[in-house]
C-alpha cells in the first residue's frame, strides 16, 4: 500500500499547483464580472469553496493572487502580439498600433489590473513578489522589443515608451470606459457629457499610430 | 445685540466656507505626504481638528473630498498649461510637449489623484459630484483646446487624445515612479530591474512630442 516518496511528492506538488490554478481561476472569472477593485479575498475563497485561512496557504494576499494574474496576463498578451507583429505585412505604424490597440482591447481584465498593478497590487505584497512580477513584465518587453526593432527599427528606449504608453493608456481607458452602469448612464443621457464616453480600442489606436509615426520622423 | 438676518446668513455661508477649505488643505497636505491612497477620512478629521462626523456634515465621503481637490487641480494646472502655452514662441511640437510635461511633473499630488480618479474617486460619490466633476474637466479641456488650435491646428478630437494622453499617462508614470522606499529601493539595487525605474518628466516629454510630431505629419 505504501508509495515511493517520490511519487507522494509528486502528487501533492500537483494537488498543490491545482488549487493554485482553482484560485487564480475563480479570482479571474470574479473580476471579469464585478471589475477587479470590488473582489475580495473572502469573495474568491468562496468561488473556490475554501476557507479563507487554507487560501492564504497559497498565497500571501488578494493582491498577490491579482499580481500573479496581470504576470499570466502579460505572457498570454505579449505572446499574442507577437504573433500578429510576425504576421504583420507592412512596417507601418499603423498596422503595428492596430496590433497593439486590437490586442489589448480584446483582453478588458487585463486592461483592468494594468491600471491597479502600480496602484494597488504591487504595494500589499512581498518585495520577492514584486521582483518575479517586474522581470516578467521586462522580459515580455524585452520580446516584443526584438520584434519592433525588425519591423520600425525602435531602439530599447523608443520601445519602453511605446509599451508603457500602450499598457499605461489601456489601463487608463478600460477605466474611463468602464464606469459602471450608474455613470455610464449618466454619461449617455447628459448630453454635455458627451465627451466624457470613452471607447478604448478606437482612441487607443490613434494614439499609437501618431506616437509611432512621430517616433518615425 | 441682534444683527441683520443677512449678516447672520453671510457669516455662516462664510464659516461654511472656510471649514471646506481648511478640510480640503488638510486632504492635500496628507496626501502629499503620504500619497492619496493612504490616507482616510479618519486621518482628516484629526488634521483638521474635527469629529469624523461632523466632517462628514460637509462632504458626502473621502472620495468626494479628493475628487474635489482633482477638480481643483484640473482648474490650476489649466491655467499654468494655457499661460505658458500663451508665451511659447513656436508652434513646434517639442515646445507644445515640453509646456504639458514640465506643468504636470511639477504637480505631484494633482499626478497621483489623475490615476485615483477613475478607480476610485468617481466610485464613491453621489451622481451629481461625478457630474460636476465632468463638467469642469470638459470645461478646461475645452479651454486648453483653444490654445492647441491657434498653435498647431489640433482638431476636437485630436485636443481630447492628446489631453487624455498627457494626464492618464501623467498619473500612470507618477504610480510607477512612486512605488514607495521599499520598492524604489529594490529596483535601483537589482541590476535586472534598471527599467523598472521611471522618471515621469522625461519620458512624458518623449511620449508627447512624438504625438503631437505625427499627428502633425
Redesign the interface.
Given at each position: 500500500m505504501t508509495q515511493p516518496a517520490s511519487f507522494q511528492r509528486a502528487r501533492s506538488r500537483e494537488a498543490k499547483q491545482a488549487r493554485e490554478t482553482a484560485i487564480l481561476e475563480a479570482a479571474r472569472s470574479l473580476g471579469r464580472e464585478r471589475g477587479i477593485?470590488d473582489v475580495t479575498l473572502t469573495d474568491i475563497a468562496a468561488e473556490v469553496g475554501m476557507h479563507k485561512s487554507a487560501l492564504l496557504r497559497y498565497f500571501e494576499t488578494r493582491e498577490q493572487i491579482f499580481l500573479e494574474l496581470t504576470a499570466e496576463g502579460w505572457r498570454e498578451w505579449s505572446t499574442a502580439l507577437r504573433t500578429r507583429l510576425r504576421t504583420t505585412p507592412t512596417a507601418d505604424?499603423a498596422d503595428v498600433a492596430d496590433a497593439f490597440a486590437t490586442t489589448l482591447a480584446a483582453r478588458p481584465v487585463f486592461c483592468d489590473l494594468l491600471?491597479?498593478a502600480?496602484?494597488?497590487l504591487?504595494?500589499n505584497v512581498s518585495?520577492e513578489a514584486?521582483?518575479d512580477f517586474?522581470?516578467v513584465t521586462?522580459h515580455e518587453?524585452a520580446l516584443i522589443g526584438a520584434e519592433l526593432d525588425r519591423l520600425l527599427g525602435l531602439n530599447e528606449?523608443q520601445t519602453?515608451?511605446l509599451v508603457?504608453?500602450a499598457t499605461?493608456?489601456a489601463?487608463?481607458?478600460w477605466?474611463?470606459a468602464t464606469?459602471?452602469p450608474?455613470?455610464r448612464e449618466?454619461?449617455t443621457t447628459?448630453p454635455?457629457?458627451g465627451?466624457?464616453v470613452?471607447e478604448v480600442e478606437p482612441?487607443l489606436r490613434?494614439?499609437l499610430?501618431?506616437?509611432?509615426?512621430?517616433?518615425r520622423?
Open positions: 477593485r505604424p491600471a491597479q502600480p496602484l494597488n504591487e504595494r518585495l514584486v521582483r517586474k522581470l521586462l518587453v528606449q519602453l515608451d508603457s504608453t499605461g493608456m489601463g487608463a481607458l477605466q474611463m464606469p459602471g450608474r455613470l449618466l454619461y447628459d454635455r457629457l465627451h466624457a470613452v482612441r490613434r494614439i499610430t501618431a506616437f509611432l509615426t512621430g517616433t520622423a
